[in-house]
């Protein structure tokens, strides 16, 4: 199908991008366009001003600082797979992204429009919300922070006002020798998970010091599995643990659609954290690979 | 709404031309500039038929709008060999191990190739399966697709080690 009839317009900088979005009627920003150029061709979204966010620079880069991560909002999900020093640091990072899409849709997809689409099976949502981050927007009036906690405000809508642009977000590193595990199940590579799961684990003489658990796929956004993680705490790492880590996740809100049954997803969950929990203890524990 | 008017390289060529926001690449290639090579499968980015060179990079040519083209340099499957007789090592390697069968496939898995065998002429059997699973072909069963392009491979290799890592 071919999209309906909208303007077009090419801000140089964030305050032509924000003097638009807060004075057009029934405006949306462009950034990589992989999932609302698909929308607006469906006819599912349909807006008579795109604000196409390409040529405002200084919303892309990555910085590193210390355990703190910022990526701009306009960062290319390519770069963000292929950042040498990110990979040393943080190699989650670019195993999950392997996951998003297909490496056509990386070369132009962004991390601002993932975050902005709130697709329940975001593979960039999950690790924001396993890694505490702070999504970054900004209004003509005001710039402000909100936690991935307070981020998710209905199916695919994040709680961020009209007049808003997405900059930039900020994940909270684990430490340095941290183990991670990263698994999804889809019915093939690249297609929207059915369920995921993401682990970090820090251990200090042979006991779990840390633990972070996040599921994606499975409901509107992605969860923390807290009671999981609590559980984890101070242990030694083994099968029987992780078997009870996977047993623990009956809190999280599963849903049922086309794809697959809540019951069905539940499933998924407890398999996937058994493995990436094995994965983040055997790296944890120096096996790197 | 208004249109617009663009300034790009096609296939080595300038185009300059007027068009509506919400003309798609893939619209714009094969219906304002008459190069049908690039195919449309699903208008959603889903099937990789109509995957272009931009700038190098390979993309899904329904999922960017002809006016984001603007400045950028495009590659078609028009564009991949030197002359309309040649055909790149890409090409080629189709032609001879048997990757294709309707065709309707192939301008996005020679694009799509071109930039992963550019990139990584070393890549092993397991990802290149892996990278290709954006592109959907209805026909081959894949397997004359991923020996032409093992088998490209290797000249693209020798291409980059003989210094004429220029040549498509
Ligand atoms: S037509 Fe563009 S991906 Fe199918
Ligand atoms: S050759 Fe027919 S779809 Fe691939």
């Not at chain 1, 620079?57 to 990555?62: E, Q, S, V, W, Y």
């Not at chain 1, 307070?150 to 709680?159: H, Q």
């Not at chain 1, 682990?199 to 996040?214: N, Y």
């Not at chain 2, 032609?95 to 002429?121: A, D, I, K, V």
Request: with cysteine; net charge negative.
């Amino acid at each position: 199908m071919k999209a309906a009839a909208f303007d077009y317009h090419r801000p140089a900088n964030r305050a032509e991008a924000l003097d638009m979005v807060g004075s057009l009627d029934n405006a949306k920003f462009l950034a990589g366009g992989q999932s609302l150029v698909a929308m607006l061709n469906m006819r599912y979204a349909i807006v008579d001003h795109l604000i196409d966010l390409n040529h405002v620079t200084d919303l892309a880069g990555i910085e590193m600082t210390g355990d703190r991560l910022r990526l701009g909002a306009m960062t290319r999900q390519r770069a963000v797979k292929d950042d040498a020093a990110l990979a040393a640091r943080a190699p989650i990072f670019a195993a999950a992204l392997d996951y998003v899409g297909h490496f056509q849709t990386r070369n132009r997809g962004t991390v601002g429009g993932s975050l902005g689409h709130m697709d329940p099976s975001a593979e960039l949502m999950a690790l924001a919300t396993l890694m505490d981050a702070e999504v970054e927007v900004q209004s003509k009036a005001q710039t402000r922070s909100l936690s991935i906690a307070d981020y998710p405000m209905a199916y695919m809508t994040p709680a961020i006002e009209m007049d808003e642009m997405i900059t930039g977000v900020t994940f909270a590193l684990p430490g340095e020798g941290h183990g991670w595990g990263f698994h999804e199940h889809a019915q093939r590579h690249g297609d929207f998970a059915i369920c995921g799961v993401a682990a970090l684990m820090e251990l200090a003489g042979g006991t779990i010091s840390r633990t972070a658990i996040t599921v994606f796929g499975i409901g509107m956004a992605p969860q923390r599995a807290r009671a999981a993680e609590d559980m984890l705490a101070s242990q030694t790492p083994g099968d029987d643990l992780y078997r009870a880590a996977a047993d623990a996740l009956d809190d999280l809100d599963y849903t049922t659609d086309a794809m697959a049954s809540a019951a069905y997803r539940r499933r998924l969950a407890g398999v996937l954290t058994r493995r990436a929990l094995a994965d983040a203890a055997r790296r944890a524990g120096g096996d790197r690979r | 709404m208004t249109t617009k008017s663009i300034s790009l390289t096609v296939n080595g060529k300038t185009v300059d031309q007027e068009v509506e926001p919400r003309t798609h690449l893939a619209d714009f290639l094969r219906h304002g500039i008459g190069l049908t090579g690039t195919h449309i499968g699903c208008e959603h980015g889903v099937c990789g038929a109509c995957t272009v060179l931009v700038d190098g990079q390979a993309v899904r040519s329904c999922l960017m709008l002809a006016v984001q083209a603007d400045g950028a340099e495009v590659t078609t499957v028009e564009g991949l060999a030197g002359n309309a007789d040649d055909l790149s090592p890409i090409q080629a390697a189709f032609r001879e191990f048997h990757g294709l069968q309707c065709g309707y496939c192939t301008p996005g898995f020679l694009t799509s190739l071109t930039q992963l065998l550019m990139e990584n002429p070393d890549i092993g059997e397991e990802d290149l399966r892996k990278e290709l699973s954006g592109n959907l072909c209805r026909c081959t069963g894949y397997a004359g697709i991923v020996r032409a392009a093992l088998a490209a491979a290797q000249a693209y290799k020798e291409a980059a080690a003989t210094g004429m890592g220029g040549s498509r």
